[in-house]
């Protein structure tokens, strides 16, 4: 039944392949089959704590230099896919040019990385980086929390909308270094209800995690507060 609703509004509203333009299928989302199998998966060898991956081939688990220079506060951090090619497009598209419809397809790539590497925590609920008020109302929405909030109907978790606050705005990362990068989101984040953080394991939730900074001090906040533990899920991971 699914696939016949479908295929009447594809004969009136015709999908095509964000990535490629080509027709999806009735099986696929947004993205066809062939681009979902091109996607730059992240897979060993990784940092076992912030999971940057490495080039070459490791014979065991492995601390990448930042990581063993100054422990990051949260537990892990798990990326789905490398951020370039067509996973950089539809992320840009959806984060900026209001392509909130790939939610979907993205969170397939985000659930599937939580069950490859958190699959055996015990997780009290899903959190997201928030935006700074003002930005999220010109933007209209958080692509963080679309994400988180896919997240955790999937994952059958409780979704904490106002867990973390961003409580002063911030200049735009990207083209920053990354002690900049750290500098510039450096107290930044708040939570709001510190006695319900306290002792809860968390998954925080964001779209591209490039050096860790934002989703670190985000952790950070988290930690002051409480939490026992918090684990990072992001979609994709460079930039």
């Not at 506060?73 to 040019?97: C, M, N, T, W």
């Not at 980086?129 to 409780?158: H, I, K, T, W």
């Not at 779209?207 to 985000?218: A, F, I, L, R």
Request: charged share 25%.
């Amino acid at each position: 039944m699914r696939q016949f609703w479908r295929s009447l509004l594809d004969l009136a509203f015709p999908r095509a392949c964000a990535s490629c333009g080509q027709p999806p299928g009735l099986d696929a989302g947004h993205l066809c089959w062939d681009c979902v199998a091109g996607l730059p998966l992240i897979a060993p060898p990784f940092c076992s704590v912030c999971g940057d991956p490495a080039e070459g081939v490791t014979e065991a688990e492995f601390v990448c230099g930042w990581c063993r220079d100054k422990t990051p506060p949260f537990e892990r951090a798990r990326s789905a896919v490398r951020y370039h090619g067509a996973i950089r497009d539809l992320l840009h598209a959806f984060k900026y040019q209001g392509a909130i419809h790939l939610a979907p397809d993205l969170g397939e790539l985000l659930e599937g990385c939580v069950r490859a590497h958190y699959s055996d925590e015990l997780l009290d609920a899903v959190c997201f980086v928030p935006l700074y008020p003002a930005r999220e109302r010109e933007r209209g929405y958080n692509q963080s929390r679309l994400l988180a909030a896919d997240l955790a109907r999937r994952r059958g978790l409780p979704l904490m909308p106002r867990l973390l606050s961003r409580i002063r705005p911030t200049a735009t990362q990207t083209r920053l270094s990354a002690p900049a990068r750290a500098e510039n989101v450096r107290g930044a984040f708040a939570v709001a209800d510190p006695g319900w953080v306290r002792g809860r394991r968390l998954l925080l939730v964001d779209d591209v995690m490039t050096t860790g900074s934002t989703v670190g001090e985000c952790a950070r906040a988290l930690r002051a507060a409480g939490a026992w533990r918090v684990f990072v899920a992001t979609v994709a991971r460079g930039g």
